[in-house]
């Protein structure tokens, strides 16, 4: 263990964690997550089990802390998550040959079960309606036009889309090469007006953006920086709530919306998958249920014996 100065004390394989991660060039927000949530275990095992020696933690001390979160009522959400990063950081641990380990003491930790919550969708008529009700006259329009078009085309991550740099961009054979999630690349179609408004914004409206920044980036705000989350997400509550939708919306609805537009119809989960980016189907498969939901409705509503007469 290491002790600062302002008290808080680490485990030093936590610290090679972190580097670890970051050679693995995992996102900020992710590096973040993990090592406030790690620091939090830490703090625990120190202050309540008084370990101070990561050989010497078992599995009780973990379920200790689990229940401690418990306590607290925490979601289900940020337990799980917690975990996630405990899991990560022991097997990290264990497979390091310099920390001789017996085994990984977290191994077996079972996560909470989570509710299956459905996420927003929204119809092809409403992101229509969105998207066609966009003022173009002006380049601010032209670009959240251009940025909305992209967003539906594509499916892509808010971060993603944020992200996107000209070297992403191979309009001319209809595609976009995206790095995801722990840098992982993959291809994405576009469609052809997605296309259209992508050529115009770079060709008439992306240099007034950029006031001489040398970025490579393909959208930026008008300081001529890179847009952040919080202005792309008011824009597209704000869009919503002009077009008379009050479904609970934000940038990842869209994405939403795309995946299950597609399984509609009839593209294979498997490409959703792939389109996506999910490294495991069963977080596509969300959107099964979803589809097979729609299905249900659909028939108590339109099937003259799906309902008995009063």
Do not use: W
Request: proline share 2%.
């Amino acid at each position: 263990m290491k002790k600062k100065k302002d008290d808080e004390l680490l485990f030093t394989e936590l610290i090679d964690f972190e580097y670890e991660l970051r050679a693995n060039r995992v996102s900020e927000n992710t590096l973040n997550a993990y090592m406030t949530d790690l620091k939090g275990y830490a703090s625990f095992l120190v202050n309540y089990e008084k370990i101070n020696d990561i050989s010497l933690i078992e599995r009780e001390h973990i379920i200790n802390y689990i229940t401690s979160l418990k306590r607290k009522n925490l979601s289900k959400q940020t337990i799980a998550r917690k975990i996630v990063a405990i899991k990560k950081f022991h097997e990290y641990c264990y497979n390091n040959p310099d920390y001789r380990l017996r085994e990984n003491v977290a191994k077996f930790i079972d996560q909470p079960k989570l509710d299956k919550n459905l996420p927003v969708v929204l119809t092809k008529d409403e992101v229509s309606k969105m998207i066609n009700s966009i003022d173009t006259t002006d380049k601010i329009g032209y670009r959240n036009r251009t940025m909305m078009e992209t967003l539906y085309a594509s499916g892509l991550r808010i971060s993603e889309l944020l992200e996107l740099k000209l070297d992403n961009l191979h309009l001319n054979e209809k595609y976009m090469i995206i790095k995801g999630k722990g840098n992982k690349e993959r291809m994405v179609p576009l469609g052809d007006e997605a296309i259209y408004y992508l050529r115009n914004y770079l060709k008439d409206y992306r240099e007034d953006f950029k006031k001489g920044n040398k970025s490579n980036l393909v959208f930026f705000n008008y300081k001529g920086e890179g847009m952040s989350r919080q202005a792309f997400y008011k824009f597209i509550v704000n869009l919503a709530k002009s077009c008379g939708i009050e479904k609970p919306i934000s940038p990842h609805t869209i994405r939403h919306s795309f995946a299950t537009h597609l399984l509609e119809g009839g593209v294979d989960l498997i490409v959703v998958q792939e389109l996506l980016g999910h490294e495991d189907i069963g977080t596509t498969q969300i959107y099964t249920h979803i589809d097979k939901t729609k299905l249900k409705d659909t028939y108590l509503h339109t099937h003259p014996l799906a309902k008995k007469e009063d």
